[in-house]
């Protein structure tokens, strides 16, 4: 089955972190993935965003035109990527910092969630908000299982930061468990 999805915030969202996780656990599945990142010119709090493409097949390019899902952490990236999205396919918002009303779509499937919010009331930290909307998009698209991305921290994170694993376990079954 071919899965492809953009992910985009700004930076400092960790946008690229969980790319790359999603890729490291569609590997860990042994299914074929592309991770493509896009930088805005800024370094922390420009625009950041990556595609990754999923699929059993081949992969013919990275390049998501029209992707099928989208994981959207701020406004800009709802108004830049929401009108490319394909009808049917699920957007997971961060409604901590943008309002669902600014969603414009009546033929995707919405899921609006307070990332921001959650990982700070739930969790203690709202830096793992990526990790939670991760988990969430996981758990909703079943693309790979929890289970492989979970397991993929190990590949994701650089070795100094090994010891956050658990609390970014914690993250993605908690926002698994918001579907």
Not at 40 to 50: I, K, Q, S, Y
Not at 80 to 94: A, D, T
């Amino acid at each position: 089955m071919h899965y492809d999805v953009i992910m985009a915030g700004f930076g400092g969202q960790g946008i690229m972190l969980i790319g790359n996780l999603l890729a490291y656990a569609a590997i860990r599945e042994d299914k074929n993935v592309t991770f493509l990142p896009s930088y805005g010119v800024e370094m922390r709090g420009g625009t950041a965003n990556c595609s990754v493409v999923i699929d059993e097949r081949d992969i013919g390019s990275p390049v998501v035109g029209r992707p099928l899902s989208l994981l959207i952490m701020n406004r800009p990236s709802l108004i830049k990527f929401e009108p490319r999205m394909k009808p049917g396919g699920v957007l997971i918002l961060n409604s901590s910092l943008v309002p669902v009303a600014e969603s414009k779509r009546d033929d995707v499937d919405l899921v609006p969630l307070p990332l921001n919010q959650l990982a700070q009331d739930e969790l203690g930290n709202d830096r793992l908000a990526n990790m939670v909307a991760l988990g969430a998009y996981v758990k909703k698209t079943g693309v790979v299982s929890i289970k492989a991305v979970k397991d993929a921290l190990e590949d994701a994170l650089n070795p100094k930061y090994h010891k956050m694993i658990p609390l970014n376990q914690q993250a993605i079954e908690l926002g698994a468990a918001k579907i």
